[in-house]
């Protein structure tokens, strides 16, 4: 049986991580710095997850024991994943130096959403005898009193495979991904920018629930119809396979549509003047849309309402367009020229927005 270490038992340490070790049969080892959840969790010896929607059963996390970092080996460790905050990596891996030992070679993975996590904890650990990967972490958990946990039906761990020095985890769920970088693009531009076509397209429709604008009529087709032109594009780009790309945006179509995830319009759709640069997920699929002669006119639109996008909170956003034109925008930060196909077609949807708000 495998040995899993999950540093930080937190909602995506065992709710996330903790229930894909479990499916696989993997003996789990928790390490926590909270005293109080490392004995809860020991006393209980399990915990529950149940699904968003209720699609399918809920299930019991067992099979581990949790440690603090003051009595825990990590001796028979075949992988070892890291669930902290970004700004702890630094910590665990000054702790992490102090345990490991010098004959054997250890595989870590970070999950967590952060700026280089694997570039930042190998630094902090300081040894040689590491590979240390990273992942992306696509699903959404929420602690549902004591240790029990609701969860996303969200089935992998993707993480970098170049950085893993050619190890193959036992459990399935995680998933080396090649070519990492080109991955991150593909979760920009699939699942960052169909949040945005929910967001604020919604807006435009007067929504301020994000869940009611995913599940509106009219975005669901738009949101479709993105969907098929991206897939398309992928796969062109990258060599994606047309049904392993088609079940990837399925996965974010689902979490998007969720009801029971609560969520507003306005947290999706803040700061668009960053989400509007010219390689981020709005403007960069859609250059790569047009590259391959699809149709990229929800983008276009999605490019016009975020122009139009008004909150409290939007300041910065509130002057840059109260000393820029629509154009200006376009141009400076978007990086679109007046000659680009889409430059037009973004400023008549932002006319046409312009009499629904």
Known sequence: MSKIVIIGAGKTGRGFIGRLACEAGAEITFIDKDEALV???????????????????????????????????????????????????????????????????????????????????????????????????????????????????????????????????????????????????????????ASCVIAYLGYIKGYSDYAQAANDAEVLELLDKNYAATNKALCAEFGYDKADQEEFALLSKNK????????????????????????????????????????????????AAMLLYDHDGEDEWRKIKSENTPEEILKNICGLDASNKSFANILKYYNDFKTKI
């Open 39 to 193: 004995k809860e969790l020991n006393e209980r010896k399990s915990f529950n997850v149940s699904f968003f929607g209720g699609v399918r059963e809920d299930m019991a996390v067992s099979n581990y024991t949790a440690y603090t970092w003051e009595n825990v080996s990590l001796t028979d460790a075949e992988l070892i994943i890291v669930s902290v905050c970004g700004p702890n990596l630094k910590d665990v891996g000054e702790k992490l130096n102090k345990l490991l030992h010098a004959d054997k070679h250890y595989y870590i993975i970070t999950a967590e959403n952060y700026s280089n996590p694997s570039k930042v904890l190998k630094e902090a650990i300081g040894l040689d005898n590491i590979s240390v990967s990273e992942s992306t972490v696509f699903c959404t958990t929420i602690e549902n009193g004591g240790l029990d946990i609701s969860s996303e039906n969200y089935p992998y761990l993707q993480c970098d495979a170049d950085l893993l020095d050619g190890f193959i985890p036992s459990i399935p769920s995680i998933k080396p991904v090649n070519e990492f970088g080109n991955f991150l693009t593909r979760k920009l531009f699939t699942y960052n920018a």
């Open 256 to 303: 998007f549509c969720d009801k029971t995830i609560i969520d507003t319009v306005a947290r999706n759709a803040r700061e668009p003047q960053r989400k509007l640069g010219k390689s981020e997920r709005i403007i960069g699929p859609l250059h790569l849309i047009n590259k391959y002669n699809e149709d990229a006119s929800v983008l276009e639109m999605t490019a």
